[in-house]
């Protein structure tokens, strides 16, 4: 199996970042926030009732009673204060953990979040988009997985990115080339070798016609003219993206196909299909989705994630949040 996970525990250890984890109540999130301790990999903050948590030299906080929560809700009100949110109702929404441990990394309590377990994307997306905002220069917040598998032919020694597999239902071909910047920049923040990223269609290099195969082609064109340093083709079958005795016969000509690291899909469906088939029948690890486009590190989890792989989110967000304070 890669070697990713290791690399990831390995740089968090050697910057001990702090992680706030909003979901105190999941019996993983205990179990996980054990396991990073013994470990080393990073600080915790765990949100809930004290007297219902116990890890050993964690924080654990009841946002509710905590000292910090009316400063919380005053800067809350101010950052809303023109979509019409009262003192009141910031004072109400910072009872909720996720939206308090969110200002927690805005207001430099915590280097980033990781949430997901048992609350929706939309859940842990929502508090951040408010607080947090986007990052400078970003249009679009997207989201990716980062699959590890014991297939050391493809991508870096058996590790790639998936993106959009968690967030952008329909993203336009515009949108498309935006996830395809955005995840060249979140592949280089963790990987050695140069982003290669396949525009995904059931098509290769307009073999067949169609809507999808369109959208995919101008998404590349525009993504062209965006980041021309970008190695990236398409549109690709998913064979032509990572087979090179199927790429010399579809796309011969192309410097991506054969060899690509990162997978664009065209649409949410494709992607949440493509990473669940590949967890689930081929036993890859798949950490994510990891949101990328926000202001600070927040990433939300698969609910039907373990401890571990929660752990791995962790040690995930801890170098992003290194990464951003470069």
């Not at 999130?29 to 949100?47: D, F, Q, R, S």
Request: glycine share 8%; aromatic share 4%.
């Amino acid at each position: 199996m890669s070697d990713f996970l290791n690399r990831m525990k390995s740089a968090a250890k050697a910057d001990k970042k702090t992680i706030v984890l909003p979901e105190g109540e999941d019996p993983r999130t205990i179990e996980a926030a054990k396991k990073v301790m013994e470990e080393g990999i990073a600080n915790l903050i765990i949100l809930g009732d004290p007297a219902q948590i116990d890890v050993e030299d964690v924080q654990v906080i009841d946002p509710k009673a905590s000292d910090k929560h009316e400063e919380y809700a005053q800067k809350f009100a101010e950052l809303r204060a023109k979509k019409g949110v009262t003192i009141e109702q910031a004072r109400q929404q910072m009872d909720d953990a996720t939206y308090f441990g969110t200002m927690m990394v805005k207001m430099g309590d915590a280097d980033g979040l990781v949430s997901g377990a048992c609350h929706s994307t939309a859940n842990t997306l929502r508090p951040a988009l408010q607080i947090l905002k986007t990052a400078p220069g970003t249009k679009l917040v997207s989201a990716f997985f980062i699959m590890c598998t014991d297939k050391s032919e493809f991508g870096e020694d058996g590790t790639l990115l998936f993106a959009d597999c968690g967030l952008n239902i329909d993203p336009t071909a515009d949108e498309l080339s935006e996830i395809a910047i955005a995840s060249a920049a979140s592949w280089k923040s963790f990987m050695h070798d140069e982003p290669k990223i396949a525009m995904l269609s059931f098509s290769t290099m307009g073999s067949a016609k169609g809507e999808v195969p369109e959208k995919v082609q101008q998404a590349k064109e525009l993504l062209s003219e965006k980041a021309p340093e970008l190695a990236a083709d398409g549109d690709l079958q998913l064979d032509a993206a990572l087979v090179p005795t199927v790429a010399k016969l579809k796309a011969p000509e192309s410097k991506v196909a054969g060899s690509a690291n990162i997978l664009l899909f065209p649409d949410l469906e494709a992607g949440n299909i493509g990473y669940k088939l590949v967890q689930r029948f081929a036993g890859a690890d798949a950490y994510g989705p990891l949101l990328q486009g926000i202001a600070k590190p927040v990433n939300d989890l698969s609910r039907g994630c373990s401890a571990d792989d929660i752990v791995g989110v962790v040690a995930i967000t801890s170098v992003q949040a290194q990464q951003m304070a470069k």
